[in-house]
T-cell receptor, first 115, second 115 residues
Framework: DAKTTQPTSMDCAEGRAANLPCNHSTISGNEYVYWYRQIHSQGPQYIIHGLKNNETNEMASLIITEDRKSSTLILPHATLRDTAVYYCIVRVYAYSGAGSYQLTFGKGTKLSVIP | DTGVSQNPRHKITKRGQNVTFRCDPISEHNRLYWYRQTLGQGPEFLTYFQNEAQLEKSRLLSDRFSAERPKGSFSTLEIQRTEQGDSAMYLC?????????????FGQGTRLTVV
């Protein structure tokens, strides 16, 4: 799986949008971008994933550049409960009967939402 | 079903003792994963089951580690002759191999301290 680069830490004011960048310049054509987060003392939580189109769900939006070498996770209105470590992972999509679902986590970005 | 359940949440053991952790996945999930997380690092993959078959093992999984999923439901991870370096959070995750939504759901982990 391709390697990702994320800033070590970021701050965001409560109520503002949090934009978390991720570089994945060696991503290959069949690799998806996944985002997970880990709140202190809990297991990682799935947020969103995408291939090349922008994606949105109830938690966040994922913007992937046209060349797919970078992406941004957007939390539209950050709350104190969004304080966590955010992991950007690129991997082949695990569809039915194929491959495994091993996730390769880096150190992620520690997002601190400030009141 | 409230998600992936792991027991115990915390375990303190003396060096050289054996420990066993249990993971109960989400009931319809046929894939189960074990990860290990040390302080300040992202989770690292240990092993993966599809139903009762153990299909992948990381080189991190030394001879002292063994995982089972005898009936394709719950899983156990045993560490024999524990060492101080085994101190970590042990995370279990599960996913479903069919359909579109194959993302992994993680439990809250078992924190092991070897003294």
């Amino acid at each position: 799986d391709a390697k990702t680069t994320q800033p070590t830490s970021m701050d965001c004011a409560e109520g503002r949008a949090a934009n978390l960048p991720c570089n994945h310049s060696t991503i290959s054509g069949n690799e998806y971008v996944y985002w997970y987060r880990q709140i202190h003392s809990q297991g990682p939580q799935y947020i969103i994933h995408g291939l090349k189109n922008n994606e949105t769900n109830e938690m966040a939006s994922l913007i992937i550049t046209e060349d797919r070498k970078s992406s941004t996770l957007i939390l539209p209105h950050a709350t104190l409960r969004d304080t966590a470590v955010y992991y950007c992972i690129v991997r082949v999509y695990a569809y039915s009967g194929a491959g495994s679902y091993q996730l390769t986590f880096g150190k992620g970005t520690k997002l601190s939402v400030i009141p | 079903d409230t998600g992936v359940s792991q027991n115990p949440r915390h375990k303190i053991t003396k060096r050289g003792q054996n420990v066993t952790f249990r993971c109960d996945p989400i009931s319809e999930h046929n894939r189960l994963y074990w990860y290990r997380q040390t302080l300040g690092q992202g989770p690292e993959f240990l092993t993966y089951f599809q139903n009762e078959a153990q299909l992948e093992k990381s080189r991190l999984l030394s001879d002292r580690f063994s995982a089972e999923r005898p009936k394709g439901s719950f899983s156990t991870l045993e560490i024999q002759r524990t060492e101080q370096g085994d101190s970590a959070m042990y995370l279990c995750a599960s996913s479903f191999s069919g359909g579109r939504n194959t993302e992994a759901f993680f439990g809250q982990g078992t924190r092991l301290t070897v003294v």
